[in-house]
């Protein structure tokens, strides 16, 4: 069996079309496009998604638990927009990364607490979080949309740091696909995840922890969301609550469906998002290059899902075995 | 003799009381007249949202002055959500605490245009502030966006100079919000007078700094001599400087944005370096506009929708070297004037 799967056609599925269809284009625009090539537009296309990229690894672990998180965006935004509030308003460093931490480990566990313990489910209790979260911190903690970085902050620092001309969100991307496909592949909790988002009442049934391990999930998710918004901040300088209303987390959602992580849970691993956010990153920097209007951008990018889907539930009909119970 | 003497002296009395009684100022009808037709009117503003400088700047001069003739002002936060602006709409036109002047920063060219026409039958006056929209307001208040870019564009050319590339790079809003479109416009009205320059690339940001300095990196990209860059918004200018700056070309790309002058956003910008010009927009003046507009209706007595004015704020250019102490508004002096009442 071809572990990727796109060699052989009968085992064909949405991460091994999904890869095909990004050689393609990287090819396409390689030969069509003067300076896609070029080592620094490289560099660019895996930092343009690398933010996009950490926040899907997140997703991607809660979703193959069979769950899905839809307030990720709020959290990233939200905390560090509060952090640099605190910042500006004089309050100590440690302190305001300690209520910060703080703050994000509440709204992780309030989210695990809620799914694993309460039973309601993941879509409904993140929506709610994630809508607190930013109703909350925007209008009780922070002034305005954006909150600046302050001057000679380590955050400022953070964005101005380059190994071998690289930035750094594209190495903090790579670690945490590195430690994410460790805790996945090698850890027993990790492997746990796969056995609880495929089946989770025979999961409980055989003593796996299944409710704790959910929670771990949900603080897990919001923790990365923390570390992509610093990562955001430090790259412009400045955080835009904003952020939250626009379609970073349908985006999110979708490098990590359109990878191949199924939204039913048990299936898909790290290298799902890998592919989907390469061919994301790919797709959007082409475009960029030929200038393609925004409006077409989306078309594009909508058509592009929707093939993948289509051609994804020709070769893989769902049927009584594969279709499960809580599938969206 | 007694008898004349009196009637001299109230003859004098007379005469000097009829020539001093018009100087009173307790007579004059103007201030009763404008405490009658503005006692408790109720003044709404629906901005865009209420968490960006232009909206929390236009809200603290407008309620200042409301306030002072005795009016009720209220603002509601739609926070970039279109259809949250529209319910806000419909929900001050139907309730008992109507407004009598509404004013409006419109999304886009045609999303209000029928609540603001139930607006106006209803009898509120309707004022578009910022964005111009496909609907006769009674008055539109704000940038003329179409010479507003024209300026952009002159100082991206003087930005660049005639010995460089003549290469420039725009970052557009999006397709559909009006500000963005004449933007566009006037930006090409200048550059084809000046055939020698050329637009090299004009992707769109969304208005988003993430994808400003995503689209950006990639223009540097694909041409690293470009010589000026124009940024539709310093909401989201801030990526394309961060782009900028990470290809190492400080100095050496002119960016040039529009904003409402706040010292954060534009002037500390520009006095550090990172924005070579931008087109502020004079917002204690654009309110005092709206102020006076406001004042000027609700006396006026004319029936909603008969008035139609375009009150176009003054533009300018700014850059470093005309920078002053005062060509900008400080939105955290404004804060802390509002909490210290």
Redesign the interface.
Known sequence: MNAIGWLNPRSLNQEGIVFAIAVMLFVAAAIGL??FI?P??LV?IV??VS?LGILALGMAVVIIGRGIDLSAVAIMAMSVAWYLQLLNTGTSDGVAFAYVLAGVLAIGLLNGFLVAYADVPAIFVTLATGSFVFGYV?SQLI????V?VPQGHWVELL??LRFLDI?IEVFVFAGLAFLFFLFLRFTKWGRYIYFAGDNPVAARNIGIPVRPMLVLRYVLSAFVALIAGLL?AA????I????V??TLLYDIVLVAVIGGIGLSGGRGGVRNVLVGAALIGIL??AM??I?I???YQNLIKAAILLGAIIVDGIINPRDEQTAQQGDI | MRLIKTLMAAATALAVTAFVVPTFAADDPGPAAYAQALKGKRVMLVPL?M???LA?GWAHYLKKEVEAWGGTFETRDP???VDAGAQAITDAISSDTRPDVLIIHAPDLNSYSKLMKKAQAAGTYVLLVDNPANFPADAFVGSDWDRLGQLEAEAAIKGCGENSSKKIGLVQG??ANSSSLYQYAGIMKVLDKHPDFKVV????S?????TS???T???L??NPDICSIIDFWD?DA??AS?AI??AKLDGKVFLVTTGGGEK??DCDKLADGTYGAVVMTDLARQSGDMNAIIKFLLQSGQPAGTSHTYIYTLEKATTKADLKPDSCWD?KAL?AEATAK
Do not use: Y
């Open positions: 003067p300076g070029d620094n537009n660019a930092r343009s933010v925007r002034t305005q949309d954006a600046p964005g101005g930035p955001t790259s412009l300088h400045s835009n609550t904003r952020v209303n626009s959007l920097n960029t290059i200038d209007p925004l409006l | 949202a968490g960006f400088d929390q926070n970039w959500v999006d397709q690339a004009k992707p769109d969304n208005w988003d700094a993430t300095r995503n689209v990196t990639t223009m990209q694909q909401g801030t990526g961060a700056r990470d954060t956003a939105l804060q």
